[in-house]
């Protein structure tokens, strides 16, 4: 499955940044990692910093995929609101993710700054604004149940909102903790750190023909007639995985991005990022080198040939939702394309073991926020590995 279009910004931004060897001898390891985009980048630094002997493998370049495409809006925030992830899951669940998500930011930025790690991390605050009167008093609920939660939100009323940031809508929750990043570049940079200082073993263009799965571990063969061996598989393989899983786990989603070309971007729009409670919703943030990027216009995903003939029709429509977002605000697109992403029935993602895959584990979040979700993984699977205790691998269970 091709899970993105050509052309992305970050990829024509940043180039090849690095590339690896394909699997030319037989490994043992501790831990597998399938899959070199964020997600595995994320889980291979966090085991390989731990002292586990760690391969990844790839069979394509490494973050080629969806992590090249990611517009990399770090939020707190799932794809369902607090109070309605409440009614579904309870209370205390709905909390605890809420929670985890400004925790795996503030995790993320801390790694980032001591490990001196170049990706363009930038902490921002997030707005989330209503697009009619009736979401705002839904807005207005949700901004009481989060203070309940002890996250750090306020409200911006109507006018402010236009006085004070240009944005047009009927009153915003203003969040203290989100930011943004170059996806492309921090799963790069994540994999070079754990190869260059704690013995991480990389290789792409390696794909796997079986995995003879055995209760001691398991044994993964690879074109060529090689085979590793490795106590622990992290299949983190993202929207793939639904190709082999027999769960009907996430439905498919195509979703649009545009990068406009650089100009004197108003303080406000260039030091926050935004989105709205349309549906689908309008995402808006700026880029290090003074671009604008805008993002939604998502549909149903039916195959790749079918996304991206759309792409000049959604550029043109995030366009115009832009010009009534912000009036006044006119971009000249640069970069356009599309990306593929899953949504499941309560907005979380699937993080753990599987019944039908042995000594395995899988990291699959889905949603607009799969890159917190696999911050927040680094730490579930690595108690799951140590036999650690975490309530992480109860709410994000398969079978749920």
Known sequence: MRVRSCETYWLLKNGLINSYPSLRSNLACDVLVIGGGITGSLMAWQFATEGYNTVLIDRNDVSLGSTSATTALLQYEIDMSLTDLTQKVGQEQARDCYRGGVEAILKLEKIVRDRRIACEFERRRSIYVAHNRKQSEALKAELASRKSAGIDVEWIDQKDLLGTYGVHGFGAIRSAVAACVDGYCLAHALLDD??????LRIYDHTEIEAIAYQSSGNDVHVKGGWHISTSKIVFATGYETLSFLKDNVADLISTYACVSEPFDIPAPLRENIFWNTDDPYLYLRSTPDNRL??????VP?????????????KELALIEQLKIFVPGLSIIPD??????FGVTKDALPYIGAHHDYPNSFFVLGFGGNGITFSIMAMQILSDAMAGRENKFLHYFRFGR
């Open 194 to 199: 754990a190869a260059t200082n704690h013995s």
């Open 293 to 298: 990027l805008v993002g939604g216009a998502d």
């Open 301 to 313: 995903f039916k195959n790749a040939l079918r996304r991206d003939a759309l792409i000049d029709r």
């Open 335 to 340: 970069f356009t394309w599309a990306g593929t």
